[in-house]
């Protein structure tokens, strides 16, 4: 095969950037818990799909078998436990609840108590989308951790960032890292002609892998991160 | 974070002292640091490629200033042709001549569409119009129910006929809301939509089709300021497959720089007219394109620093500390009102985040970075542990009275002492400063301490030298004393912080000459003197 040089510039690029990457990073989900639910805190800044990605994840657990309680301790958006349950009922899974304006970090322990009574095999806890410059908001995300790990360690935090999101990602993924310590990334919203660049950098300074990313508001558009198409899809002629 | 524009540029022009006139070299030179900083903040490739055109070609052969150095000249020339792009057509909403108006929000998912519609309902309600928010999302689930419950808490009327969670057609709820509202004689109709991608063909002729239902006196695309370098392409999306008349940008209360602005500006040539900058129901403004030029540059904003201020202290309370300082009136400037301002501050925000606010903050970008916001807390611990006697006249703080305070803050006499004989020197430089209706601020704020090796008089002097009052040095007409009073504080932190070693004094003053305050506070003031806003 003859290969131009620009040809072989974008190949070297494409075997750079998928070293960047990573492969070989281990994106599996923790959901196991030791005797007690696995549970996984959901955070994120406003609108990056934190519930949906939460609807979605849901129906993954089902369909593995695992039982699985929602917690929504987005007590603050207007109507944001309605959409949390009306995911939950569309997979067929229970959503605990509190009073809108009330305390998250209370719902999200009465949900991995719930969780705990009912011998279910995770717990998902969706939280409230909060600027990483707001103190008292992040502070109340540490809260909301620190008290739900009276009940169960929370063995998975997944960071939801929006594939628009252009360099602000960075400080985001930093400020969340800092506080909730996450341990994953999702990657909203890839459908669209964004292509998310900015994980690339977020993965490499944080060391947190991309293990899921979302393709769209329907149930089954959750699908695990694979770094090779990735990379193909950012380096797309578009 | 991010390095100024400024920054990069002072480092570009070190060896240009002398000249008189910009090089092509000198220009080439700044326009990678130029490109760099606009790539930073989000800005399209193309638009950066143009726009460094654009600036290359004013800046060559320009003569240097007197006044100005090379730097300064170039950020003001790139700044200039930022604001031009950026506020090139800025307008007001358009009121159909019929009403009633209707305006369609449209977006991607996410960028705040529905929370939008309450705001701008409130907004329109205060101007005594009668709006209506029409719950056209019938796909995410429970948008309906957002609607509802936003627009309950907006005070404004939800036409939502429909459940939504995929039951329903929302071009026919649009067209339905329309009758309704004419029937009931709303005056403006405001159509929420179901957030779609550029690239979904289908929802995007859905989009076409409720536009061509309701026929909006106004499509507004709503986008999120932290969106990258996609965002030209989804602009150009929407204004293909249903056309925009003008932007919103949503969000602005992270510390995204917001490039889109420019890109979506410069590209699709329609004006950014709302700024949305909250979770409140009123954290809404109009756009304001000078503002948005200095935060894309990373030069600090000043003017929301102010209005941030305005709107978090209360000026009755400023002005009574401030009072108290001075004259000695209503009692003794006591721990206890140190301590009400210090929270006041507090409230703005992270104390980093203020100060980086400040043009020129760059210089004492360590320091900033050094503060440690749980010093704040050790100080509060420390001033609780007081009596209320203690608090108001700390001179009877003795030995013991000290012990006893340091033990109910779980700290030490050294901590106890270094804040009272911190807070006596502070007040000394306030008092002596007490010339204007100045102060009721923030006298030695914590942290300082933390600033490497600073000697305390430096600060003091520092303090006098740069007063730290924007409205004081730079407007010629004096302002207020309430307008005064909130704007000071925000201030005092920066002085008190001794702004770094040596140069920094000068290059504040630069900053601050550079930043063309006067006109923008003076305009700010008199709005703030006609009311709210």
């Known amino acids: 095969m003859v290969s131009t040089i620009p040809e072989k510039a974008r190949r070297v690029l494409r075997d750079e950037l998928v070293r960047l990457v990573n492969p070989g990073f281990d994106r599996s989900l923790k959901v196991d818990g030791d005797g007690v639910p696995g549970v996984v805190l959901v955070v ?94 992040m502070d109340e995300l540490g809260k909301i951790k620190r008290v739900i790990e009276k009940k169960a360690p929370v063995t998975e935090v997944l960071l939801v960032i929006d594939a628009t999101t252009g360099q602000n990602g960075l400080t985001q993924a930093r400020v969340f890292a800092d506080v909730v310590d996450i341990t994953g990334i999702v990657l909203s919203k890839l459908d669209g002609s964004a292509k998310g660049g900015i994980v690339v950098q977020v993965q490499r300074e944080l060391q947190v892998p991309v293990k899921l990313i979302g393709l769209g508001e329907g149930v089954d558009d959750l699908v695990p991160f694979e770094a090779e198409a990735f990379v193909d899809a950012l380096l797309a002629e578009s | 974070m991010f390095d100024t524009l400024q920054d990069r540029l002072s480092e570009v022009f070190k060896n240009l002292r002398g000249k008189s006139r910009l090089s092509e070299a000198d220009i080439d030179a700044t326009a990678r640091e130029i490109r760099l900083a606009l790539l930073e903040a989000d800005v399209n490739l193309g638009v950066v490629k143009e726009f460094i055109a654009a600036v290359k070609q004013r800046a060559v052969g320009v003569d240097i200033h007197q006044a100005l150095n090379p730097t300064q000249q170039i950020v003001k020339i790139v700044n200039e042709e930022l604001i031009s792009i950026l506020g090139g057509e800025s307008r007001q909403l358009r009121f159909a001549k019929r009403p009633p108006t209707v305006i369609m929000l449209a977006g991607l998912q996410g960028s705040g569409k529905t929370t939008l519609a309450g705001k701008l309902g409130l907004w329109l309600k205060e101007q005594g119009r009668s709006p209506l928010l029409v719950a056209a999302d019938l796909q995410r689930p429970n948008a309906v129910n957002q609607l509802q419950v936003v627009g309950n808490r907006a005070g404004v009327h939800v036409f939502a006929p429909e459940p939504g969670n995929g039951v329903g057609d929302p071009v026919q709820v649009a067209r339905t809301s329309i009758l309704h509202a004419m029937s009931k004689l709303y005056d403006v109709v405001i159509v929420d939509t179901a957030g779609r991608l550029g690239v979904d063909a289908e929802l995007m002729q859905q989009a076409a089709d409720i536009r061509d239902a309701v026929n909006p006196t106004e499509i507004l695309f709503v986008v999120d300021a932290m969106i990258g370098q996609d965002a030209v392409n989804t602009a150009r999306a929407f204004a293909d497959g249903v056309g925009f008349d003008g932007v919103v940008l949503s969000k602005l209360d992270g510390d995204a720089r917001g490039g889109a602005a420019l890109s979506i500006a410069r590209v699709i040539g329609k004006p950014i007219m709302f700024a949305s900058n909250g979770e409140g129901l009123k954290d809404f403004d109009a756009f304001h394109p000078d503002r948005m030029a200095s935060r894309i540059l990373g030069m600090g904003d000043l003017l929301t620093l102010i209005e941030q201020a305005e709107k978090t202290f209360d000026a009755e309370e400023s002005a009574k500390a401030a009072q108290k300082l001075m004259t000695g009136k209503g009692g003794e400037f006591g721990l206890d009102d140190f301590l009400s301002q210090m929270q006041a501050v507090r409230r703005m925000g992270p104390l980093s985040k203020i100060l980086g606010m400040i043009p020129g903050a760059a210089a004492i970008k360590d320091q900033i970075n050094a503060i440690d916001e749980r010093d704040i807390d050790r ?115 920066a002085a008190s912080f001794g702004l770094g070693a040596g140069q920094s004094d000068a290059d504040l003053q630069k900053a601050l000459s550079d930043y063309q305050l006067p006109a923008d506070l003076q305009k700010m003031f008199n709005q703030k003197n006609l009311g709210p806003r």
Do not use: C, Y
Request: glycine letters at 14%; charged letters at 20%; zero cysteines.
């Open chain 2, 379 to 493: 100080l509060e611990a420390i001033i609780h542990s007081m009596t209320p006697g203690e608090r108001s006249n700390p001179k009877i703080l003795d030995g013991s009275r000290r012990s006893r305070v340091a033990k109910g803050a779980g700290t030490t006499v050294a901590e106890v002492n270094a804040l009272v004989n911190r807070f006596f020197d502070a007040k000394k430089m306030m008092q002596s400063m007490a010339g204007g209706a100045f102060g009721g601020g923030m006298p030695g704020m914590p942290g300082a301490r933390r600033a490497p090796a600073r000697p305390a008089a430096k600060s003091r002097t520092r303090g006098k030298g740069v007063s730290g009052n924007p409205a004081k040095r730079n407007s010629h007409a004096p302002a207020d004393a309430p307008v005064d009073g909130t704007a000071a504080p925000a201030w005092d932190p």
């Open chain 1, 44 to 137: 994120g800044v406003n609108g990056t799909g934190k519930t949906t990605t939460i609807g979605k994840l849901a129906r993954v657990l089902v369909a593995e078998g695992k039982t699985v309680v929602l917690g929504a301790a987005d007590t603050f958006r207007a109507a944001a436990a309605d959409q949390l349950q009306t995911w939950g009922s569309r997979v067929g899974v229970p959503t605990v609840r509190g009073p809108e304006g009330g305390d998250p970090a209370s719902v999200a322990f009465d949900a991995v108590q719930q969780g705990i009574a009912s011998g279910v095999d995770v717990v998902l806890v969706d939280t409230a989308g909060r600027l990483h410059t707001k103190t008292g908001l």
